[in-house]
């Protein structure tokens, strides 16, 4: 009894995550949306299951084509799944012991933008559906069954990959409430709009207190305030709806984490035994703050562009100079706010340092 207790210890994330996609592969040949198609005076019906979704097929004389967001969506399942296969491979073994985490912070994000990509999938699909819409009236609902199983496995296996990848991150009550309030203000930022574009975004100085979170408390809680929390605040107070969070919050505000992941760095390799008040600790900062507001351009362009395509229908190019337009300029501007401040952020680390990793 004890061995089963220290082996699930071990390996019981990634075991429970296994059995879920074992389920979820069984599964996908169930029901996943039941059409209702008038064609010419005749009415027919069918249900499409997850696999006839992301290869495309016939129905009848009407061919459709694969959905390409639930496409790109099981790919990244699939590779979610390697690399599950993979720790626990080397859990059992007992080898590279000290790369497991980081392989489960890598199917974090994969798993989390799956079950999000899965949770919005109808409008989705109903949008960039066109071979059916063309041929007559299309009335598209789900399939309860296949659709919650399918939903309840990726949240158990985005849990099991959650609690292995954060077991060992503590938040004790300062950080709780210096993080809060950085949010906090990020969020009051996040309204003071510079300027709007025609059809969503704006400049604003919400980047500032985001990118001051990644470097007071490292990588991992930097992701958890900008992307997460902050990400899913924001995206409730802007109204656009929940089918944006995975894209222009999400993977926008990703990017925020890379300040946190360079200065750590530097205190590693560089700082070193340095301490907070010399020059090699200030120009550290400022660099972190550089590599930081470069990685938060790509990703918000990365994910607002993406969303431009599928929501909106823009092309590459169309979605990338849209989005530059505004991206930019509002990561950029909140970027030489903070070097402003690069100063008073040294003084204030002096002051109140927090053991980030």
């Known amino acids: 009894m004890e061995k089963l207790k220290e082996f699930l210890k071990k390996c019981g994330s990634e075991l429970f995550s296994l059995i879920f996609a074992i389920i979820f592969l069984g599964c996908g040949v169930l029901p996943f949306f039941h059409y209702d198609i008038s064609y010419n005076g005749v009415e027919t019906s069918a249900n499409v299951s997850f696999y006839n979704i992301v290869t495309g097929g016939n129905f009848g004389n009407h061919q459709f084509s694969s959905d390409p967001f639930f496409t790109m969506c099981f790919i990244f ?79 158990f296996m985005t849990i099991c990959s959650i609690r292995r990848t954060f077991e060992n991150i503590t938040f004790n009550v300062k950080d709780l409430v210096e993080i809060s309030m950085l949010v906090g203000l990020a969020l009051v930022l996040d309204q003071v709009k510079l300027f709007k574009m025609p059809t969503g975004g704006s400049v604003n100085l919400a980047g500032i207190p985001l990118l001051i979170i990644a470097l007071r408390h490292g990588p991992v809680k930097g992701f958890i305030a900008s992307s997460l929390i902050f990400g899913l605040l924001s995206c409730l107070i802007d109204g656009y709806g929940f089918q944006f969070f995975p894209f222009d919050y999400f993977i926008a505000f990703s990017g925020y984490a890379f300040a946190g992941i360079a200065f750590s760095l530097f205190k590693k390799y560089l700082i070193k035994d340095n301490p907070v008040k010399s020059n090699i600790y200030l120009v550290s900062l400022i660099c972190s703050l550089l590599i930081g507001g470069i990685f938060v351009i790509i990703t918000r362009v990365i994910g607002s562009s993406l969303s431009s395509m599928i929501f909106y229908g823009y092309d590459l190019k169309g979605a990338f100079i849209y989005n530059i337009g505004y991206v930019g300029v509002s990561a950029a501007i909140s970027c030489v706010c903070d070097l402003a401040l690069s100063k008073p952020i040294q003084m204030i680390n002096s002051l109140y340092p927090v053991n980030s990793k």
């Open 77 to 155: 399942f699939l590779v979610a799944i390697i690399l599950v296969s993979l720790i626990f491979i080397l859990e059992i073994t007992k080898k590279f012991e000290n790369i497991i985490p980081k392989l489960n912070g890598a199917i974090l994000l994969i798993l989390v933008s799956l079950v999000i990509g899965l949770a919005i999938g109808k409008p989705t699909y109903e949008f960039v559906d066109s071979d059916w819409n063309s041929i007559g009236g299309v009335d598209i609902d789900i399939v309860p069954l296949g659709f919650t199983i399918e939903l309840i496995c990726l949240f």
